[in-house]
């Protein structure tokens, strides 16, 4: 196979964008989901993305505030449930490994819980495998491909932060009546990749039928197949073994139009097609969407609620005063910037959201969560 023309004009290309680029120029384009989940995992594979030194940071990199808080909620969970024996604890897409670091540190305020636990995790990367064995030290973890295999005999509390949104959306795009696919394709004259639209037979499928009789020309609608297909795994598997689901994320509470395909590097916006496999890509999560696969598989769906309101119920604002107590001065100045970056409108706190779905028939909210009207 020829390399791509860009490869030759451009010797700092990655072996991993050389890849993909030549990839795409064969298959003659790619749907964009296709190319998200390529230039995902070779991103995921290859990068350091982590952390002040990486492309972006993330809740648990912020603040240990964090962990310490969805620690908690497990752990009132657990009380909830009459206190099982065994807890199966499952994280998905743990990155470098600190929320459950600091989930597992928070344990250790209620030693029953803490033996309770045995820990899990769904990651397909063996670099960060490895970055998370660390994270962890001498606590025992197993690893997992897929969420499906998890073991369902045991109560369960399965959590994930930045997990959904790194799985691949397929874009619909309304032209002249009719719904069509964006791909991807190598286009020679201008030696880059870019975007077109194909016809598309079963967008209608996917799009919710309110909006889809409401969609102007142009709109884009945005599924994640896999997301969707995960969400469903793991709402029979709550269903089944009892116990919850918690996944944090970016996005929207309701289904809507948007494309909201982005990538960042070096903690700055860059271009999507450009260098792909270099740079995180990721979409909004549609918590309608997974909501709706968690229920249909039999799980209770809580209403979603925002990021900033979750942990100020679960009291990180008291937390942090209990924190800031006993530090040093200049972590004092620091507590209170990160939890306002967690929390405030104006950063994290109401563009990410929190969804929990658990097994039908609780007598309890979970903590953060109400019934919705
Ligand atoms: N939760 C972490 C990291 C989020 S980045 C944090 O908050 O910092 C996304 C994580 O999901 C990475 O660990 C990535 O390797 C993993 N991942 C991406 N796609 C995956 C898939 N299909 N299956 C399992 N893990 C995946």
Redesign the pocket.
Known sequence: MQPPPAASKNPELSKQTQDLLAYIREKGGISVAEYMQRA??AY?AHAR??GKEGDFI????ISQLFGEMIGLWCADLWMQAGRPARIMLA??????G??MADILRTARNWPDFDAALSVHL????PQ?RALQAQALGDRQAQWH???ASLPKDTFSLII????F???PVRQFIRRQGAWHERYVIWDEAEAALRFTTRPCADAEAWIPKALQQTAPDGSVFEYSE?SCHIAATLGAHVAQSGGACLAIDYGHAQSGFGDTLQAVSRHEYADVLSAPGTR?ITAHVDFDALGAAAAAAGAAVWPVVTQGAFLGTLGIHMRAQQLAARATPQQQAQIPLDVHRLTAPSAMGDLFKVICWQKKGAALAPAGFAKGE
Not at 58 to 61: E, M, R, V
Not at 122 to 125: G, I, K, N, P, Q
Not at 160 to 163: L, M, V, Y
């Open positions: 995902v995992s995921y993305p982590f993330t809740s648990p990199d994280e998905l897409g743990p990155g470098r600190t929320l769904v990651e397909t990367s960060l491909d897929d969420a994930s932060n930045e997990f949104d790194a799985l896999q995180d």
